[in-house]
Structure formats: structure tokens, C-alpha cells
């Protein structure tokens, strides 16, 4: 459906053609986007004519597929009111604010907390649906700039009743007094939230509670009133659950709610003044930007990870930011770079003692991760050798705690039989990685096992692929 507008959407033509996409192009990919979405949508070349020369508005998610098809070619966030459709049903923009302001900070924060939990009401995906594709790595820029320039606010001190906006009154409950008991449950929630997320995968229904907690728990406390010593606190503890609720929607395919959640949360460290933290969350978005394709800047976010770091951070938080760093090198293809920062990843790591002031948050990097890790930075530089070298040492502790983990890496392990003429030996770690991916909810390790039933095509007629091939069957036509 569609109503119209008073002539043509010269915006929407202008940006079109600026971006080189076609109306029939244009169609196919918000087509494309809405199917992915579980929407079935038959927009053709007319209909983009009409939209253009009429000035037709389309309904629903329509107006934000479109946004988010253009957006992906030009390689950066287009708003509505670019393309003319600003008049169409309001999806805020929320989360992509970096704001230099604590308290615009607070209220960008919370305006997302209440927008996620808004569309898993919905019952359809609500915001997140209305946003699909729209992950735009230019959006990492700003954020990771200011961070660099000031990763620590003068003061966060919190009168609420005399901070109180329109935004902030909207509920009649009287202002918190915030203290310490109240930040050490928030780290609690994080704490158990991190074990189900590595034992279950981000898309357990136990992961979907961080989201809630954030809304429920963690907004109301942002918005009462407390000292700069408590606020530091949460601030922190709201950044960790901020990165967690990233990091689990990354893992479940959620890219475009994972990026919005890791501004927030970089935004809160810097209010937190906890740089290690901020850089670990400048580490997840190294990841996903890698993840998604966009190698070099997975390398610049890693590179400032480290570079406010220095001096500050553990030897063992050191090492993990050199090894995100090496995985971005790999995925680029600059085999010296990566082997370089391996190097330097190992040797922080020999440097990390007992008793050493880690971060809780860091409790999972073992030399297990690394190796682990490394085999994946080996695999992306076709170096079969090397991956089955650290497989095999990443593979060689027991699997209760991360069972996500293990299953990444047997898929890792398989890549890397298959690469050395092992097809029994990929068969069969990759039949065990199915077994594992299907006790998890994880977006991320079905395509992991996609993509080494593709590497397995040419040898389709094997009976032993076939044979993998229907175990995972299950798994890839499950919904995401």
C-alpha cells in the first residue's frame, strides 16, 4: 500500500541516481531485504516509478528497506528525509548518537533500551525488522574518533530532579537515589548473562532477558540521581550489558541492532572513564566490521583499542586487542601484518601473570582463545598447516563452558582437513560441529557450517558429504 504526496520525491530520484541503482534495482533489493525479514514483498520498477514521479509513499517498513538498500551501495546511513520519505511511520534513528554530553548520552541510551523491548512486543521483529540491512560501517567513525580525542568525561554526578526532561518524566515513579548495591546487581546480570551466552549461544531465550534487564533495571538508574564515584560505576556496569546485548545480536544476525548497541555502549565507558572497557568494545566492533567484510576498518577499530590502552590495560587485555587486530590483518590478506600482531599477541599473553588485575569481563581468553583465533587468522590466509596446529590446541581443553567456541572451531578444524587433502578427517569434525551447532542458537555458527558445506560442493558425490550434508540439513532451514 501507498498514499500520496503532493508531486514528485525529487530527493528519492536525485539520491537514486547518485547511488547508480536502477528502479528495477532498487525493487529487487528491498524485495530482497524484506525477505530476510520474513516479509513478503513485490515491488517492481513501477512501483519505484510511482514513488519517484508521483511522490507515492509506500507503508510500513517499506520507506526503511528503501533507506537501507541505498544506504548499503553508497557505503554509509542514508535518513529518510535524504530520499524524501520522512513523513513515512517514524523508525528513530536511535542509537547511532555519540553524544558529547553525559546527559545526551543517558537519554540516547535509554531511548534504545526502550526501543528494543517496544519491537519484541511487536511480535514481528518491530524496530529491528523496520531496520533490516541497514548496518553501515561508516557509522563506527565518529564514535571511535571521540573516544580517541576524550575517552573520559570531567564528571558524571546526577541530580535527576534537576536533569529532568520531558523524555526522562514520562513515568510518574519517583527518581532513584542510586548506590553501589544497585551497580553490583547489574554486574550480576552480566556475569550470568556472559555463561548462557557462551554455553547457549545469543539467541537462547536466556539472552533475550538482557535487553529487558537494560529497560527495566539499568534506564531507570541512568535516569536517577547519583555521585560521580556511583555513576562511574554504572556507567560501566551499563556499558558491559550494553556490549553483551551487541555482541548476542551480532551473534543471532542482528548486525543492525549489534552496531547500535556498540555505540551505546562505547559511549558509556568513556562516561565510566574505564578505557580497557572501551576498548573491548572497540574490539566487538572490529569483529563484526570483519565479520561483514570491511577488513581495514576492522584494523583502525582494533588499532585504537590498543592505542588508548597502552599503559593502562593488563598484558592479557593487550593481547586479546593485538589478536583481534591479527584477525582483521588476516581477513585483509596482509599475511605480515597478521603474523605480526600473533606474535605480539603471544607475547603479551606469556607476559600475563597470576594475580594480575584482568577485567572480569576478560575471564574467557585463555590461550585456548588464542589459539583458536589464530587457526581462524591462518584459515583466511590459506595456510592449512598453521590451522590445524592451533586447532589442535584450541580443541584440547574440555568444551562445557563454550560450547559455541567448540563448535566454531571444529568447523575451523574441518576447513583446514579439507584444505589438506583430509576428506575423511573434514567429514568428520565437520559432522561433530552440526551435533555441537545444534544444541545453540547461533546465527553465526550455522553460517560457519554453510560455508564448509560449500567448500564440500565439488565433492558432493562423496557419500560421506551427503551424509553431512543431510545431518545439517535441519539445522540451515531452521528461522535464524
Known sequence: MSREQRGPNEKLGTVLALAGISNAGLARRVNDLGSQRGLTLRYDKTSVARWVSK???????????????????????????????????????????????????????????????????????????????????????????????TPADSSVARDSTATASSDESASDATPLRVGHADVAKLREAAEDARRWDSKYGGGDWRSSMVPECLRVDAAPLLLGSYSDDVGRSLFGATSELTRLAGWMA???????????????????????????????????????????????????????????????????????????????????????????????????????????????????????????????????????????????????????????????????????????????????????AVEVAGRISSARTTEYVRDLLHRLEPYGDEPRVAELRERARPLLVAPA
Open 55 to 149: 511522490g507515492m509513499v509506500p507503508q510500513g517498513a517499506a520507506p526503511h528497506l528503501i533507506a537501507a538498500a541505498i544506504g548499503a551501495k553508497l557505503g554509509r546511513p542514508v535518513p529518510l528525509h535524504e530520499i524524501g520519505l520522512a513523513d513515512a511511520d517514524p523508525a528513530p534513528e536511535v542509537g547511532l548518537a555519540f553524544p558529547r554530553d553525559v546527559s545526551a548520552a543517558v537519554r540516547s541510551a535509554t531511548e534504545l533500551y526502550r526501543l528494543d523491548l517496544a519491537g519484541r512486543r511487536a511480535g514481528s521483529g518491530g524496530i529491528w525488522q523496520s531496520l533490516a540491512g541497514s548496518f553501515a560501517v561508516s557509522a563506527y567513525a565518529t564514535p571511535a574518533s571521540r573516544w580517541l580525542i
Open 250 to 432: 551480532f551473534d543471532t544476525g542482528q548486525q543492525e541492532a549489534a552496531q547500535r548497541y556498540y555505540i551505546q555502549a562505547l559511549r558509556l565507558a568513556r562516561a565510566a572513564a574505564d578505557v580497557p572497557l572501551g576498548g573491548y568494545v572497540l574490539a566487538s566492533m572490529s569483529l563484526q566490521a570483519t565479520y561483514r567484510g570491511f577488513a581495514d576498518e576492522g584494523v583502525d577499530l582494533a588499532q585504537a583499542a590498543l592505542e588508548r590502552n597502552r599503559g593502562l590495560a593488563t598484558a592479557r587485555t593487550m593481547s586479546f586487542f593485538r589478536l583481534v587486530e591479527a584477525r582483521a590483518h588476516a581477513k585483509a590478506g596482509d599475511a605480515q601484518a597478521a603474523g605480526g600482531a600473533l606474535k605480539a599477541a603471544e607475547g603479551w599473553l606469556e607476559r600475563a601473570r597470576e594475580g594480575d588485575p584482568d577485567p572480569t569481563w576478560l575471564g574467557f581468553y585463555s590461550y585456548d582463545r588464542f589459539a583458536a583465533d589464530a587457526a581462524e587468522c591462518y584459515r583466511d590466509l590459506k595456510a592449512p598447516r598453521q590451522v590445524r596446529r592451533f586447532t589442535e590446541q584450541a580443541l584440547s581443553r574440555p568444551t562445557e563452558e563454550f560450547v559455541r567456541s567448540h563448535g566454531l572451531r571444529l568447523v575451523v578444524s574441518a576447513v583446514a582437513e579439507l584444505e589438506s587433502g583430509n576428506l575423511d578427517a573434514a567429514c568428520a569434525a565437520g559432522t561433530r
